[in-house]
């Protein structure tokens, strides 16, 4: 008898998922089969589900996911630390596999950005192998991405973010070229944020300082490392800016990190920093972000901008690191804080739009 299995489909943008049922076919060559145990609700969803974001249809959502391998294909033998892996392993894996032109992968040692690269929760769920989202019962990995076992001790709930959030987040801190002793602003303390603030002070940072307009996130902040939080709905732009420069002395922020996706928040940002400051941007994930600025500000000041958008493969290693190594000292675990089945999957992307939850998880 062919095996199926089910799979929340997202039709269109702004209408409810249909559950659908798909075959599931033997893994190909290069390919792993896994059971989805948990997936998260990126924002990135939410703006895809919204119309915000270009997205196939119908497809299955869902990117950050982690499961249990049920198939290996030929070819497949070891995860990306040299790990041998084997049907029963719990594994994570890279948010996106190569699948077109490699001149970014070989010439600019940048993977993530190589012209053809496909992204899970991206993808028709009508084509072969349908399976290519978390939001399903299970999900095909295809030959060029990154796998990596996941340690026993360490629960979903700390896992399962770690291919996206925690993964972009290292590639986020490192642009931000974050050192001993210096002061970091982060804009936005949703999972992204967090997860900025307990790497800024892993690196470091003697300050750290967070702003955001939901009051809930500003007290869950300070016990992911900001020494200070501000909401910037209580207070004029010229207060914020001018209590921040005030708390990093002499002459503003070392660096500041944009991963609230409100383009009208940069030339705030550029405005706490010191001369020589660095401003990374990384929540700016949706085409028609304009803003205004004084570019001559970025002149005068030496300001470095960058954006940063996917992330390396060694940052997907060095994201379980940091969880692994810190899971004690932040707590990671209560960041996902409310779970789903999948039939209930409306109601999850209802919660999770209007930041009534911090991190939803779908355990199908």
Known sequence: MARTARAAVYEAPNTPFVI??????????????????????????????????????????????????????AGIDKDMRGDRLAVGDRITWSEYFLNGDFYYRDVHDMPQKCHGVRKYGHDLADEDPHFLGGFAE??????????????????????????????????????????????????????????????????????????????????????????????????????????VRGLCKPDGSDAVIEVCGVPDVIPQGLRMLRTGGRYVLGGLVNPGANVTIDANMLVKRWVTMRGIHNYHPRHLIQALDFVMANRKRFPFKEIVDSKFALKDLDIAFKKASERSVLRAAIVP
């Open 20 to 73: 659908k049922t798909y075959p599931l076919r033997p893994v190909a060559a290069g390919e792993v089969l896994v059971r989805v145990t948990m997936s998260t609700i990126c924002r990135s969803d939410i703006h895809s589900y919204e119309g915000r974001r270009p997205n196939p249809c119908p497809g299955i959502l869902g990117h950050e996911i982690i499961g249990i391998i049920e198939e290996i294909g």
């Open 138 to 243: 299970y999900c095909y990995i295809l030959p060029d991405t990154g796998i990596l076992k996941l340690p026993a001790e360490l629960s979903d709930e700390e896992a399962t973010p770690i291919n996206c959030g925690v993964a972009t987040m290292v590639s986020v801190t490192e642009a931000a070229a974050i050192q001993l002793g210096d002061t970091v602003v982060v804009q936005g303390l949703g999972l992204l944020g967090l997860y900025g603030c307990a790497m800024a002070k892993s690196r470091g940072a003697r300050l750290v300082i967070g702003l955001d307009a939901v009051p809930d996130r500003l007290e869950v902040a300070k016990r992911f490392g900001a020494d200070h939080t501000f909401n910037i709905k209580a207070a004029s732009d010229e207060e914020i800016v001018a209590r």
